[in-house]
Each structure stands twice: as structure tokens, then as C-alpha cells.
């Protein structure tokens, strides 16, 4: 199972960022799939989660409104586009799955809103 992260980077606040984590290694369509972010000396924090045929989402309060999670499964990709970006958005994003007997973190990408 591997899931790699990509889209990251240092945008100024109002912009827009997409984030994509490609996964292999299982069934991707049969699994949730979910993003999560770690600011500096913060914990770990659920961003927003995606059911496995993409009929059902669910979102932190902090990005409700400004973040869109979505799924491909026909490319076995998941994606976080990242609208009205704030500093408060910096972080490390990573993306995350499980299955029955397994559970797997991307290694993550860096996201940095700064003027």
C-alpha cells in the first residue's frame, strides 16, 4: 500500500492550492479515504474525509466552505482543492486510509500561505 501526496507549495492568502495523493497497492475504490494536516508543534487533525464511491463527505469547521475533497477512481486518486487559503492553513498535509487489517499515511506535502 502506498499513497504519495503532490500539489503543495507557498501561496499568499486568498489563493487557491489542489492537492493530490496517489494511491496503489489496494482496492482503492472500495476504501475512504481522508486528509489530514499537522501544523508546526500542533497535533495531528482531521481536514475532510471522502466514502469510497465519493457519495458522502465530511469537513473540519475551521475549512468548511473554502476545501472540496474529492475522489477518481478510475486514476486511484484523491484531491483537496484548497480555496481562500489562510496562514492559519499552514501546515503539512497528509493523506490517509485503512482497511481491515492495514493503515497507511502519504508522506505528506507542504503547504505554506504566507504574504
Known amino acids: 500500500v502506498q499513497l504519495v501526496e503532490s500539489g503543495g507549495g507557498l501561496v499568499q492568502p486568498g489563493e487557491s492550492l489542489r492537492l493530490s495523493c496517489a494511491a496503489s497497492?489496494?482496492?482503492?475504490?472500495?476504501?475512504?479515504m481522508s486528509w489530514h494536516r499537522q501544523a508546526p508543534g500542533k497535533g495531528r487533525e482531521l481536514v475532510a474525509l471522502?466514502?469510497?464511491?465519493?457519495?458522502?463527505?465530511n469537513y473540519a469547521d475551521s475549512v468548511k466552505g473554502r476545501f472540496t475533497i474529492s475522489r477518481d477512481n478510475a486514476k486511484n486518486t484523491v484531491y483537496l482543492q484548497m480555496n481562500s487559503l489562510k496562514p492559519e492553513d499552514t501546515a503539512m498535509y497528509y493523506c490517509y486510509s485503512y482497511g481491515p487489517r492495514w493503515a497507511r499515511w502519504g508522506q505528506g506535502t507542504q503547504v505554506t500561505v504566507s504574504s
Open positions: 471522502i466514502t469510497n464511491t465519493g457519495g458522502s463527505t
Open positions: 497497492g489496494f482496492s482503492f475504490s472500495d476504501y475512504a
